[in-house]
């Protein structure tokens, strides 16, 4: 027998196929890093344009969230039936209708509709951005080719910033239908590109048992990648093909299709990654809802924010290079390395307030982007094939889900002591920082999917 993973380090390799992928799927990244910075300035501009109170704010930041949750929900438990191509061209192509569409809402009750579906037609996608790329990578590779996604979500912030100078006057007022208007151009390519560029992983034809198919894919991206002396031998899609069906077969004995990401086997790591998942939710959400009134009441332009998201990219940097080295790096130490950050970073904030404002929101800024990154990672060398967008899509959905209602007390706390709620984060991120030493699975440099006795 011999498995996908040997073929793909052996046969496979890394290059054009792989290149291409990160740069397609990645769009969506990106776009979800445009998306939550501008989430938070449109309430802070309809808040002053349509004259919205305090519950209207809360309940336009939550609907997004709202919609988001029940996009996870239904990747995970289409991806895996349909497909991860299928399910990303179909819901980039709703995306980037209802961007549009929404530019032109006139009305708070159109608006919260608007953000509602485009939250769930987008939130579809988000989770498979991780899925494709663990996927279709080499195990050496894997970590720095999933956290790419990670630095495209930061350019997607770069990018809206730039933006912001051209179409918004100040935090709380300008042209924010043009900027929809542009903010649209990154998803609407990554479905025009999907269509022509993006293929099925072969992962998934395996599971399928499409064994025919997923060969003409496996000598397909042998000659993309450039490696016409590899040669594809009857030997080893047999051998392959073996290995397939001991994995299917071993997942039934384990009954995993009828408990899913619940059962015995993995019912730990999905209760943990839950649990961290909700609170790297709470604490981003603090930062988006939050930064554009603390700068507006800093009287602070565009100008910090780009900055910020620059230093932020450079840092990013030093995690892309640690998260693949079992040493230094890994799953789980760079998760706990931001845990703590974390609450050094918001006690900081809390106790020192403007003094140490910028600092300390790119300190979290950059920590919650490594437990983000690393929590996706991690979910999908976790779980098995089968369970693949079950388990990833659930830990997005019920993470956000424990967001939701954020805004309702985010916003009361900001407006007792603008810093109160970073008192509370520096608390929940010291719960992180206890969880992640429960979890015990870091496939760092190891293959994707093993049998029992590897």
Not at 314 to 321: D, E, K, P, R, V
Request: glycine content about 8%; aromatic content about 16%; overall charge neutral.
């Amino acid at each position: 027998m011999i498995s996908f993973d040997q073929i793909l380090e052996t046969k496979i390799g890394t290059g054009l196929y792989q290149g291409k992928t990160l740069f397609i799927i990645g769009l969506v990244e990106f776009c979800d890093g445009i998306e939550y910075t501008f989430m938070s300035i449109l309430i802070a501009i309809l808040q002053t344009e349509w004259n919205l109170n305090q519950a209207q704010v809360a309940t336009l930041g939550s609907s997004f969230l709202f919609g988001v949750v029940l996009g996870n929900l239904l990747c995970a438990f289409l991806a895996d039936q349909i497909g991860r191509k299928i399910t990303f061209s179909i819901f980039t192509g709703l995306s980037s209708f209802l961007v549009f569409y929404t530019s032109f809402s006139n009305s708070y009750e159109e608006m919260i509709m608007l953000r509602l579906c485009f939250g769930l037609v987008f939130g579809t996608t988000s989770p498979l951005g991780f899925i494709f790329i663990s996927e279709v990578t080499e195990a050496k590779y894997r970590g720095r080719f999933s956290f790419g996604l990670s630095l495209l979500y930061i350019f997607g912030k770069i990018y809206f910033v730039f933006l912001c100078f051209f179409f918004l006057d100040s935090y709380t007022s300008g042209n924010w239908r043009g900027l929809i208007r542009f903010n649209g151009i990154p998803i609407t390519s990554a479905f025009i590109l999907s269509l022509f560029f993006v293929q099925e992983t072969i992962r998934y034809f395996l599971n399928k048992e499409e064994y025919e198919k997923a060969f003409e894919e496996i000598e397909k991206i042998i000659k993309l990648n450039g490696k016409e002396n590899a040669q594809f031998l009857d030997e080893e899609k047999k051998g392959l093909q073996e290995w397939s069906q001991k994995q299917i077969q071993e997942q039934r004995e384990q009954e995993l299709h009828l408990y899913g990401v619940l059962s015995n086997e993995y019912r730990k790591e999905t209760l943990l990654f839950w649990l961290v998942c909700i609170l790297t939710n709470l604490q981003n959400m603090s930062i988006y809802l939050l930064m554009p009134f603390l700068f507006a009441e800093n009287n602070s332009g565009f100008a910090p924010m780009l900055n910020m998201f620059i230093i932020e990219f450079f840092f990013a940097l030093i995690i892309y290079y640690m998260i693949d080295n079992p040493r230094y790096g890994g799953r789980i130490k760079i998760m706990a390395f931001s845990a703590a950050a974390l609450t050094i970073a918001n006690g900081l904030l809390y106790i020192l307030k403007n003094q140490f404002l910028y600092i300390g929101l790119f300190i979290i800024k950059i920590s919650t982007r490594g437990l983000f990154s690393t929590i996706g990672l991690l979910c999908c060398e976790t779980y098995p094939l089968y369970l693949r967008s079950q388990g990833c899509g659930l830990v997005q959905a019920i993470g956000k889900i424990g967001a939701i209602p954020s805004p309702y007390f985010l916003f009361p706390l900001f407006y007792i002591d603008p810093y109160l709620p970073f008192g509370i984060m520096c608390v929940l991120s010291i719960v992180i920082l206890t969880v992640t030493c429960f979890f015990n699975q870091d496939k760092t440099q190891k293959h994707l999917e093993m049998l029992k006795n590897e």
